[in-house]
Antibody, heavy 117, light 108 residues
Framework: QVELVESGGGVVQPGTSLRLSCAAS????????MHWVRQAPGKGLECLAVIWYDGSKYYADSVKGRFIISRDNSKDTLYLQMNSLRGDDTAVYYCARGDDLLSLDYWGQGTLVTVSS | EIVLTQSPGTLSLSPGQRASLSCRASQTVNSNSLAWFQQKPGQAPGLLIY???SRAAGIPDRFAGSGSGTDFILTISRLEPEDFAVYYC?????????FGQGTKVEIK
């Protein structure tokens, strides 16, 4: 069965960096686009970044230039390198599998990132 | 980017009643690539509907999606206790993929 497990969240100070990981299993990882979606406390969902199966990437304006999405197909793992973190980056970060027909059909459980001094 | 506007913000209904949730796009959603997600407190969102009207695997038939172009509807025919949650629409026909702000369906 498909499983996505995020890790790497925690409490960090403003201006610092953090790397999130998403370990995938149960499907051919390299065949799918993979997404990071975040949800600030009490707020809605925001698509942050996507890396397609061909390696092309797209970022939301809110994180462009600060966050980097990458993948290691040999390890079935998705990453999000987050730099220059700000208070408004505080959120639960989800990874999700993307499909052109099904949209985001599988999600991880999320990992909480808190940016605070 | 395509902006999705959901209405109402909150829907107060009783179990057994019918719920109708609206999602309006700022421009045409390509190929009717519109999905609906359900999110309960403390949980990740779960896919309900894709391609505007197709139910995801395991989703009961009381959930139905309809619409095309810029106007979409999620209907829950008879609310069960487990259906009280927040619902999000999302378009995936044009990059960047975007979500609506959500509709909370609460128990009246």
């Amino acid at each position: 069965q498909v499983e996505l497990v995020e890790s790497g969240g925690g409490v960090v100070q403003p201006g610092t960096s953090l790397r999130l990981s998403c370990a995938a299993s149960g499907f051919f990882f390299s065949n799918y686009g993979m997404h990071w979606v975040r949800q600030a406390p009490g707020k809605g969902l925001e698509c942050l970044a996507v890396i397609w199966y061909d390696g092309s990437k797209y970022y939301a304006d809110s994180v462009k230039g600060r966050f980097i999405i990458s993948r290691d197909n040999s390890k079935d793992t998705l990453y999000l390198q987050m730099n220059s973190l700000r208070g408004d980056d505080t959120a639960v970060y989800y990874c999700a599998r993307g499909d052109d027909l099904l949209s985001l059909d599988y999600w991880g459980q999320g990992t909480l990132v808190t940016v605070s001094s | 980017e395509i902006v999705l506007t959901q209405s109402p913000g909150t829907l107060s209904l009783s179990p057994g009643q019918r719920a109708s949730l609206s999602c309006r796009a700022s421009q045409t959603v390509n190929s009717n690539s519109l999905a609906w997600f359900q999110q309960k407190p403390g949980q990740a969102p779960g896919l309900l509907i894709y391609a505007a009207s197709s139910r995801a695997a395991g989703i009961p038939d009381r959930f139905a999606g309809s619409g095309s172009g810029t106007d979409f509807i999620l209907t829950i025919s008879r609310l069960e206790p487990e259906d009280f949650a927040v619902y999000y629409c999302q378009q995936y026909g044009t990059s960047p993929w975007t979500f609506g702000q959500g509709t909370k369906v609460e128990i009246k």
